[in-house]
Structures are given as structure tokens and as C-alpha cells.
């Protein structure tokens, strides 16, 4: 399945995005979906998770205010991001397990956060 991120922006400081990650199939097989991001100059680190029963999980700095959700009706997943902060600037992915074997990316959104 291939993903594309998208709903990416140049926000202020505190205010919103809701990313989405299209799948090209079905992600109701798929039992884990993760967001990624990296910021210039940096690794690419994990953001959150989410399992096909809906369980989650994320990063201590986005905890409280990034919700990553998923629609398999829609084969989307979608990352809601509050609060935002500068240090939440980055180039936002979508993956699944079997991509992070494979080492395959998709095409990811780009976040900026004015302060």
C-alpha cells in the first residue's frame, strides 16, 4: 500500500493542523499505522501510533496534544496537532510497519511553526 501525508501548513505558534494519510488500499488488515516527522538536520522520529483496535501511543513531546486517529472506511489515518510549537516544524510521514522494514517512504507534509 502506498501513503501520501497531506494538510500540512505554516501555522503560528498555539494554534492547529489536522494532518491525513491517504493509503492507495485497505488498511483494515494493517494492524499498526505510525507518524514520523524530521526536522531539519535531524532524524526522523517516531510521533505516534495507533493499532487497528485503536490503541495509541506517542511521544512524550506531543503527548496532550497531538491525537492520531484512523478511518478504515476511508483507508486514512489522521494526526490532529494542538498547541502547536515551533519545535513541532518538520516534514510529517505516515507508515506502516512493513514500510519501516522495506525502508519505503512516501511523500510527507510539511509543517512550520511561526513563534
Known amino acids: 500500500v502506498q501513503l501520501q501525508a497531506y494538510g500540512g501548513g505554516l501555522v503560528q505558534s498555539g494554534w492547529f493542523l489536522r494532518l491525513s494519510c491517504a493509503a492507495s488500499g485497505s488498511i483494515f488488515s494493517i494492524n499498526v499505522m505510525f507518524w514520523y516527522r524530521q526536522a531539519p538536520g535531524k532524524q526522523r522520529d517516531l510521533v505516534a501510533s495507533?493499532?487497528?483496535?485503536?490503541?495509541?501511543n506517542y511521544a512524550d513531546s506531543v503527548k496532550g496534544r497531538f491525537t492520531v486517529s484512523r478511518d478504515n472506511a476511508k483507508n486514512t489515518i489522521y494526526l490532529q496537532m494542538n498547541s502547536l510549537k515551533p519545535e513541532d516544524t518538520a516534514v510529517y510521514y505516515c507508515?506502516?510497519?512493513?514500510?519501516?522494514?522495506?525502508?519505503?517512504w512516501g511523500q510527507g507534509t510539511q509543517v512550520t511553526v511561526s513563534s
Open positions: 507508515n506502516t510497519r512493513g514500510g519501516l522494514v522495506a525502508g519505503s
Open positions: 495507533i493499532t487497528s483496535g485503536g490503541r495509541t
